[in-house]
């Protein structure tokens, strides 16, 4: 196999034959440039087999909030094998490949992506997130007021105010921003039948909020709204309002409910919709999906950021493995081959971590990077990872302690990575 970065002029057509044979979107104009575009933004690694790309892997730049922090983050956008090079190990070591190189040259402290499955990004320290709440009802049920001002039209060339939006929209612990405006103009022309509508900010015609949806189903829906940008809670209630208003034609709405907000508590008789619509297509129903994982890159950085608002301390000895490194290329993992090792960590209104050997006096946890992921950032709780995670050991009294002083918000991505 050889590795290699992405050559828009050359291997451009490769990755398309790619697309279409994993099903990604491929062969309309659109479609064309959607994947150009996201091929060329970010990182790309390609992988060659027999003189033919068979193989990429495609990360993007990103910031995930940490409670009230920003830490760099690496998204793992995209990754594609040709059916003729499948079960080769291409795709673990070019996406293990990107990633480090992300460590190294951005200073990535943490990488997110969304699944296909749980199991496979796996192999490279990923853990599974919080699922996200994907709630379906009725936009006439919403007992918000229809905003008096009229939204301005948004289509496809609007692309950088949307994302200039997005970016600056309400976050809440676990929320991502992609750096790159052309992240959005991607998604946007990959999006069949989408549209938006946005209030704009006086006088200069930036977006203060808006919404993008797309439908198979012009006439009665459902909806899907596929993002809305806020920068406060006027905004939301202000879009939500306009969904309502949408209601004399559209039965239904989907929308990954935000982390602040329970649809329900906004719906008029929530319960009797939900009995009466069971089984329609336009079904008032909140469904869970856990759809993304992360991984720690930067063992230090992660825990400076947890600066938790309480007196209590807790130190512990870590020792923690990481499969990523048989991945990486011999020069790569001589820069940086994961964030296995014995560590003493420090969690409490200022934490921190120092690699050394264990300290007898300590209490200490043994697990992977995956499932350490998942503590970190609020996924479960430590003493639930040692039930379900199968590789977490720590004394009952360190997962008491860790489930007490380690309470963090349920971490929300927002984006659809
Ligand atoms: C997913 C995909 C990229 C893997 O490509 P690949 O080059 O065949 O992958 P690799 O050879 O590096 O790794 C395959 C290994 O992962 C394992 N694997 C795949 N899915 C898995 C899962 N859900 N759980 C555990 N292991 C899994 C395979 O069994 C195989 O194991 P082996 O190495 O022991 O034989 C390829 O199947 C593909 O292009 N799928 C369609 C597009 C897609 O879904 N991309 C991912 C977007 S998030």
Known sequence: MQMRPYDPTRDHEDCLRIYG???????????????????????????????????????????????DQDLPACIVAGVGTGRV????????????????????????????????DQGFYDQIGFGTGAPDKLVSFDPGDLRVPTPTGTPVRLGVDDWERMHANRVA??????????????????????????????????PDGALRHHVWMTTDAVRQGPYAVRWMAYRDRE???????????????????????????????????????????????????TRAHPWWQARICNLEACLDAVRLPMREHLRFNLELTDPIAPLLT???????????????????????????APDPALPTLSTSVNTFSRLWLGALPASGLAVTAGDLDA?????????????????????EI
């Open 169 to 202: 929209s309400l976050r809440g612990h676990g929320g991502v921003a992609l750096e790159h405006p052309a992240n959005t103009h991607s998604e946007l022309l990959i999006h069949k039948n989408g549209f938006g509508f946005g209030f704009e900010e006086e």
């Open 21 to 67: 044979e994993i099903g990604w979107a491929s062969s309309s104009e659109n479609e064309r440039r959607a994947a150009a575009l996201h091929q060329e933004i970010g990182r790309t690694l390609v992988a060659e087999v027999d003189g033919g790309v068979e193989c990429f892997a495609s990360n993007q730049d990103a910031r995930l909030r940490y409670l």
């Open 395 to 415: 004394p009952d009294t360190l997962l008491a302690q860790l489930d007490r002083v380690l309470c963090l918000p349920t971490p929300f991505l927002g984006w």
């Open 330 to 356: 011999p020069e790569t993992a001589a820069r940086w081959s994961g964030v296995g090792g014995t560590y003493v960590v420090e969690i409490g209104s200022a934490s921190g971590v120092e690699a050394r």
């Open 235 to 285: 905004g939301l209630l202000e879009l939500l309002g306009f969904l309502g208003s949408m209601a004399d034609q559209i039965h239904c709405v989907f929308w990954v409910e935000p982390w602040e907000i329970q649809v329900w508590d906004l719906l008029d008789r929530p319960w009797r919709r939900r009995m009466l619509s069971v089984g329609s297509k336009h079904e008032t129903i």
């Open 85 to 116: 090079a499948r079960r080769k190990g291409l795709a673990k070591r070019l996406t293990a490949e990107a990633l480090a190189l992300d460590v190294i040259e951005k200073d990535a402290a943490v990488a997110v992506l969304g699944m296909f």
